[in-house]
């Protein structure tokens, strides 16, 4: 009963386009309002967990890497990274769309989001595939697909909020996006490369050793920074915040000092346009909590989850539900929000089905990365369709292919749990 | 008067923001190499003497006050999105109802906090309770609740308005992409 006016009341407030934060609060104060006694001191609590919801350092990992990410796409790493890519697969047959994609994996390990990978690799490597005369439908297919790594290949802003919200270790969940995360960029070269041997798309000369060798040393400096993220916290040097803090001053100092793709009087902006977004982050990041608190004081998860249990569902059942569910969730909202509403929902359900945390974790993500090139609130699309100057209709059809190799890799990875656990299993063992 | 009035707002809002966000960073940066360098004996003279048991807590009070304030810069910017499948699919009179009255929850919304934020701040005055680490009187930094909230609620009254007037809404760089300030 409560949870269908719970549901009910924030599916209305969604409808109406207001903004999935005000929404979420919106709901709790409703449900509030409507059904506890009315007293001040209760809604009192909403303002108060306004603020003690925010209240964890693990938290403020978002800010952190949403700020390097900010200096990283603007610091001029991404042609040095383009070029490296090139050098390594460029002569092979689609050579242009395999290094974009190659690229994108690249700037996925040192990059959080995955609107940000589409618009730092996205903006040079879409015109140059363009010239180079590959169908612009499928440049863009392309650059907006494997732009989704961003989230699947640490450090990833979704991981985090994953990881916040269900109380599971970013450092483990990070580990367990690696493999996933590189399988699925050689699946895409894979697909690229068929496609390219059946349609014949151009090849580039082959590079030289010295030309390997001298673009690795230009991109070292910002694929480094992977390693002090993930060495740094598997080896306990720093947590999770305190390494995106250092992935921030890192970027900084790669940026200005570097790559000199922007200097000290550009900080003003930059960090304007980082608190621009991780303000709205938190903001939503804040309201879900507020919504999971109020779900959880009406017991909704212990109820779902036991409902769940009473149909017997078989686990690899309750998956192909959760990704039928999260896949229509995905048509609707960006990922930071589906996950804070629905992983502390999930999770008790999975934990008694005996799933791994961390698994649902990374099937939660790879759903995130196909909502975001599938309309109409695929983040990936608006980005790619600004670069490419094309209409969002045929940058959505440019990417269905592409949805449907996703989709087969989201099968994939849900089924075989040793994909995603083998690493953090060996590593945490 | 009004129009001064708004461009130091404006100003007041980008600056804080910003501002927190860089020395948040700082901050946390100097905290990590402080606690690696202790471990360096010879270094110790020197960094024996400070103490960064208070970074973390610091942090997360500066980040806090950036999400209330940048939540209230972000309406301006129009980074807030909503579903609007029903907003797009609507005609143009529905559309323009629909967007007032979401704009108008929004206001309402914060307007609600910031009444209860204030009630918060009053209580916690009240008992005289103060940071953990830091101690401070948390009374002062509860107040981001209350002033952002009522920040943000003017945001939405000023995004309203303009929309009532000229029928334009703040669009952001592109989605949440001006994440990165594309």
Redesign the interface.
């Known amino acids: 009963m409560n949870v269908t006016l719970i549901l009910l009341i924030l599916l209305l407030?969604?409808?109406?386009?207001?903004?999935?934060?005000?929404?979420l609060?919106?709901t709790v104060?409703t449900f509030l309002v409507l059904f506890s006694s009315f007293a001040?001191d209760t809604?009192?609590i909403?303002?108060?967990r306004?603020?003690t919801g925010?209240?964890?350092?693990a938290i403020?990992a978002v800010?952190?890497f949403?700020?390097s990410?900010?200096l990283?796409?603007?610091g001029g790493i991404a042609a040095r990274i383009i070029r490296f890519a090139l050098a390594l697969v460029g002569w092979m047959r689609g050579g242009l769309a395999m290094a974009a994609i190659l690229a994108c994996a690249f700037f996925a390990t040192i990059?959080g989001?995955s609107?940000?990978t589409?618009?730092?690799i996205g903006?040079i490597m879409l015109p140059a595939m363009v010239k180079h005369g590959y169908p612009k439908r499928f440049a863009v297919g392309v650059i907006a697909t494997s732009g989704s790594l961003g989230i699947l290949i640490p450090p990833s802003i979704v991981m985090i909020i994953y990881a916040v919200s269900t109380s599971e270790s970013a450092g483990k969940l990070f580990m367990a996006g690696v493999v996933p995360g590189f399988l699925l960029a050689g699946v895409l070269m894979l697909v690229t490369y068929v496609t390219a041997r059946v349609k014949n798309f151009p090849t580039m000369p082959r590079a030289s050793a010295r030309e390997v060798w001298v673009s690795f040393k230009e991109a070292f400096w910002g694929l480094m920074l992977v390693v002090i993220v993930m060495g740094g916290i598997y080896g306990g040097?720093?947590t999770p915040?305190?390494a995106a803090?250092?992935a921030?001053?890192y970027s900084f100092i790669a940026a200005v000092c570097i790559y000199r793709g922007l200097k000290v009087r550009d900080?003003?902006?930059?960090?304007?346009?980082?608190?621009?977004?991780?303000?709205?982050?938190?903001?939503i990041i804040?309201n879900a909590i507020l919504f999971s608190f109020l779900l959880t004081s009406e017991q909704i998860p212990q109820v779902l989850s036991q409902w769940v249990v009473d149909q017997q569902l078989s686990p690899w059942m309750f998956l192909l539900a959760v990704n039928v569910a999260l896949l229509v969730a995905g048509q609707?909202?960006?990922p930071s929000s589906i996950i804070l509403i629905l992983a502390p929902l999930l999770l008790p359900i999975a934990k008694s089905l005996g799933i791994d945390p961390i698994h649902l974790g990374v099937i939660m993500t790879v759903n995130m990365e196909i909502g975001m090139i599938h309309p109409?609130?695929g983040?990936n699309l608006?980005?790619a369709s600004?670069i490419a100057r094309m209409g969002m209709t045929e940058v959505s059809i440019a990417c269905l292919p592409w949805v449907f190799v996703l989709l087969a890799y989201l099968a994939l990875v849900t089924y075989v749990p040793a994909i995603s656990l083998w690493l953090p299993g060996l590593l945490y063992s | 008067m009004g129009r001064i009035f708004n461009r130091v707002l404006d100003r007041l809002e980008?600056w804080l923001?910003?501002?927190?966000?860089?020395a948040?960073?700082?901050i946390?940066?100097a905290?990590?190499l402080h606690r690696?360098s202790s471990a360096i004996p010879w270094l110790w003279d020197y960094t024996g003497a400070l103490n960064f048991s208070w970074a973390?807590e610091l942090?997360?009070y500066l980040?806090?006050w950036?999400?209330?304030?940048?939540?209230a810069?972000?309406v301006r910017?129009g980074?807030?999105?909503?579903?609007?499948?029903?907003?797009?699919a609507a005609g143009p009179r529905l559309k323009r109802v629909?967007?007032v009255?979401?704009l108008a929850?929004?206001a309402f919304?914060?307007a609600?906090?910031a009444f209860?934020?204030a009630?918060?701040v009053w209580?916690i005055h009240g008992t005289g309770q103060v940071s953990p680490d830091l101690e401070w009187p948390m009374w002062v930094v509860?107040l981001?609740?209350p002033l952002g909230s009522a920040l943000m609620c003017y945001r939405f009254l000023q995004v309203m308005a303009r929309f009532v007037k000229t029928g334009v809404l703040p669009v952001p760089s592109?989605?949440?992409?001006?994440?990165?300030?594309?």
Not at chain 1, 267 to 283: D, G, I
Not at chain 2, 17 to 22: E, G, K, L, R, T
């Open positions: 407030l969604l409808l109406s386009s207001t903004p999935i934060s005000i929404a609060g919106m104060l001040l809604v009192d909403v303002s108060q306004l603020f925010l209240e964890s350092f403020m800010p952190f949403v700020l990410g900010t990283l796409t603007e990059s989001s609107p940000a589409v618009v730092a903006s040097i720093f915040t305190e803090a250092v921030a001053v900080m003003p902006k930059v960090l304007l346009s980082a608190a621009n977004t991780s303000a709205m982050l938190l903001y804040t609707f909202m960006e109409p609130v983040l608006f980005v600004h | 980008e923001i910003a501002s927190f966000m860089a948040a960073t700082f946390i940066f905290a990590v690696q973390q942090c997360i980040f806090i950036m999400a209330k304030f940048g939540a810069y972000g910017t980074i807030h999105i909503g579903v609007d499948v029903v907003v797009n629909l967007v009255l979401a929850l929004g919304f914060t609600v906090i209860m934020g009630r918060w209580f509860y981001c609740i592109h989605g949440s992409a001006a994440e990165e300030g594309a």
